[in-house]
Nanobody, 114 residues
Framework: EVQLVESGGGLVQPGGSLRLSCAAS????????MYWVRQAPGKGLEWVSY???????RYADSVKGRFTISRDNAKNTLYLQMNDLKTEDTAVYYC????????RGQGTQVTVSS
């Protein structure tokens, strides 16, 4: 059974940084393409980034140049380094095995506010 546990969210001022983590278990992590998705208040799920099994990375235009996705297969952990955060980045962030949020965990809240 896929289990994903996100952590690292919090309250940060505009321009600040956060690093999210996602601990994976119940499946062979290194064999999966992994996603970060987010859901802002009152909106649907939005794809943020993904990383392939070969470490190819893609980003949504809204976060390109500010966010960096990475993975540590030895630790079964996915990361999202978020720099230069903006108020519009406020959302619950999930890691997932699908771009539609498949398998996502409980999420971690990121609030960007002054």
């Amino acid at each position: 059974e896929v289990q994903l546990v996100e952590s690292g969210g919090g309250l940060v001022q505009p321009g600040g940084s956060l690093r999210l983590s996602c601990a994976a278990s119940g499946f062979i992590f290194r064999d999966y393409l992994m996603y970060w998705v987010r859901q802002a208040p009152g909106k649907g799920l939005e794809w943020v980034s993904y990383i392939t099994t070969l470490n190819d990375r893609r980003y949504a235009d809204s976060v390109k140049g500010r966010f960096t996705i990475s993975r540590d297969n030895a630790k079964n952990t996915l990361y999202l380094q978020m720099n230069d955060l903006k108020t519009e980045d406020t959302a619950v962030y999930y890691c997932a095995t699908g771009s539609d949020g498949t398998g996502r965990g409980q999420g971690t809240q990121v609030t960007v506010s002054s």
